[in-house]
């Protein structure tokens, strides 16, 4: 089946520093990627849509210059959070549609753990 | 916006007990329904999905789910689960043609051997 890889799985940072995430479809491609986060006992949270080859679109109250979102191929999507904070410790999903299938649900990637310390 | 409502966050229960996971959706048009489930130490996946036809909805390992339009609802349902049922599940919902999905905050389901 369709599978999402999002690496780093855990990362740990210090305030100030930037962090990357990067998602990948192993199988398929994807025109669209979406990041998800998540705090804890709360629900996933829409942050931004990364299209391919253009801009990403964020959600209202994201900040588009603190999460970069850079989506430069079909395959390959990346979340910089820059100058992190520890109110940026998070879990961060992201997830992809196969291009080639209309309807498919979403595939998920396994997330990364971020703590900003 | 869509909003999605899943209640009683933390559910634990004896195996082959039945299960019912409540979810509720703020949207009046056409929408495309679905669950997800993470087990522990794993990715998102896919449990069913409703698009359109039949609103019971057939799912992986035994699970089910009926579309209830007039309630907006659209619940989890499985007769008798087991051990390896305890996961985090996740309600979701997109409007038609529209490719973000609202999530709810989920069901901790835990079942007690």
């Known amino acids: 089946g369709a599978v999402v890889s999002q690496h780093p799985s855990r990362v740990i940072c210090k305030s100030g520093t930037s962090v990357k995430i990067e998602c990948r479809s192993l199988d398929f491609q994807a025109t669209t990627m979406f990041w998800y986060r998540q705090f804890p006992k709360q629900s996933l949270m829409l942050m931004a849509t990364s299209n391919e080859g253009s801009k990403a679109t964020y959600e209202q109250g994201v900040e588009k210059d603190k999460f970069l979102i850079n989506h430069a191929s079909l395959t390959l999507s990346t979340l910089t959070v820059t100058s992190a904070h520890p109110e940026d410790s998070s879990f961060y999903i992201c997830?992809?549609?196969?291009?080639?299938?209309?309807?498919?649900?979403?595939?998920f990637g396994n997330g990364t753990r971020l703590t900003v310390t | 916006a869509q909003s999605v409502s899943q209640h009683n966050h933390h559910v634990i229960l004896s195996e082959a007990a039945s299960l019912e996971l409540g979810c509720n959706y703020s949207?009046?048009?056409?929408?495309?329904l679905f669950w997800y489930v993470q087990y522990p130490g794993q990715h998102l996946q896919l449990l069913l999905k409703y698009f359109s036809g039949d609103p019971l909805v057939k799912g992986i390992k035994g699970f089910e789910a009926e579309f209830i339009k007039s309630k907006f609802s659209f619940n989890l349902r499985k007769p008798s689960v087991q051990w390896s049922d305890t996961a985090e599940y996740f309600c979701?919902?997109?409007?038609?043609?529209?490719?973000?999905?609202?999530f709810g905050k989920g069901n901790q389901v835990v079942v007690i051997p």
């Open positions: 949207y009046g048009g056409t929408v495309n």
């Open positions: 979701a919902v997109t409007s038609y043609g529209n490719n973000r999905l609202a």
């Open positions: 997830s992809a549609r196969d291009r080639g299938q209309n309807n498919s649900p979403l595939h």
